[in-house]
């Protein structure tokens, strides 16, 4: 069930975003998925290290950092992925 839950959080936080950076996105959606699952890692770590490891209730801290790093994972993976297409597509 784990990874079940993985997937669905990294695909909610890799939509999310995609829809906060302007402009259009060319990554697939399971690449996507696969950026949004980083980004949840990363965001758990980030939110370890500031100390805001478990709170009562929601963690919207915990779930803010995770969305902040989805965000850059998307938008930097986003251009590596377009610009690693690109390349195939011109030779």
């Known amino acids: 069930m784990g990874w079940l ?8 936080l890799g939509l999310l975003a995609k829809a906060i ?5 060319h ?5 996507t998925t696969i950026f949004g699952m980083l980004g949840a890692v990363i965001g758990n770590a980030m ?3 500031f100390g805001i ?8 801290g915990r ?6 790093a989805a965000i850059v994972i998307v938008l930097f993976g986003d251009m590596a ?4 297409r690109g390349r195939k597509e011109r030779v």
């Open 63 to 68: 779930h803010i950092f995770q969305l902040a």
């Open 5 to 12: 839950w993985a997937i669905i959080v990294g695909f909610v």
């Open 81 to 84: 992925y377009t610009s690693i």
């Open 53 to 60: 490891e478990e709170t009562a209730g929601i963690d919207w």
């Open 47 to 49: 939110a370890r290290g």
């Open 27 to 31: 990554s697939p959606l399971w690449l």
């Open 21 to 25: 950076i302007p402009g259009k996105q």
